[in-house]
């Protein structure tokens, strides 16, 4: 079966530390694979989206994922994190010709200062 | 710009009232879309629709009808609350192509008690 996995329910990192936030799909298909972000009380927006143009995408806030297909993975980074970071994070894929989005379960980012 | 407006933004029901989330699009979309967002969950689609008078079940559509009489409109009726449907729901919609991104409301937080 199709699926998006996100490991990690919560990831705390440091301000100015690297944010890593992982994303691995499962699929027989080349997906097109998505990054959204939910601020509190707010609905998700999207921050990136892959599309097989470039396996390096560049998003908004300085964020950016990679398409690695040998690992099945689309995993997002930040290269320093801010505390406007903090807020949920969900990686999604359409993987099929049913054109209906695939959630991961979504991580949690909590920026210390 | 308006983009997707849902109301109401909060309700209580007990068990067994109906009720009407509304929801309202000014881009022009096709496509609508309305999910349930539940702790740990990610996003699970309810019900979704391609155009006005066409609609289909998503992955959870047990206890909710749906209607798309116009472009702009999609309204979610609850038919008999039970308080497995305490959720907070989101209602988005896409420009044609599978691959466009999803634009949400600010979502409504249902309790049912």
């Known amino acids: 079966a199709q699926s998006v996995t996100q490991l990690g329910s919560h990831v705390s990192v440091s301000e100015g530390a690297l944010v890593l936030l992982r994303c691995n799909y499962s699929s027989s298909v080349p997906p097109y694979l998505f990054w959204y972000v939910q601020y509190p009380n707010q609905g998700l927006q999207l921050l990136l989206k892959y599309t097989s143009a470039a396996t390096l995408v560049k998003g908004i806030n300085g964020f950016e994922a990679e398409f690695k297909k040998s690992e099945t993975s689309f995993h997002l980074t930040k290269p320093s994190a801010h505390m406007s970071d903090a807020a949920e994070y969900f990686c999604a894929g359409l993987m099929d010709s049913n054109y209906q989005l695939i959630w991961g379960a979504g991580t949690k980012l909590i920026i210390k200062p | 710009n308006a983009g997707v407006t849902q109301t109401p933004k909060f309700q209580v029901l007990k068990t067994g009232q109906s009720m009407t989330l509304q929801c309202a699009q000014d881009?022009?979309?096709?496509?609508m879309s309305w999910y349930r967002q539940d702790p740990g969950m990610g996003l699970r689609l309810i019900h979704y629709?391609?155009?006005?008078?066409?609609?289909d079940q998503g992955e959870v559509p047990n206890g909710y009808n749906v209607s798309r009489s116009t472009t702009e409109d999609f309204p979610l009726r609850l038919l008999s609350a039970a308080p497995s449907q305490t959720s907070v729901y989101f209602c988005?919609?896409?420009?044609?192509?599978?691959?466009?991104?999803?634009?949400f409301g600010n979502g409504t937080r249902l309790t049912v008690t």
């Open positions: 881009m022009n979309h096709e496509y």
């Open positions: 629709s391609v155009g006005a008078g066409i609609t």
């Open positions: 988005a919609s896409r420009d044609d192509g599978p691959n466009s991104p999803l634009h």
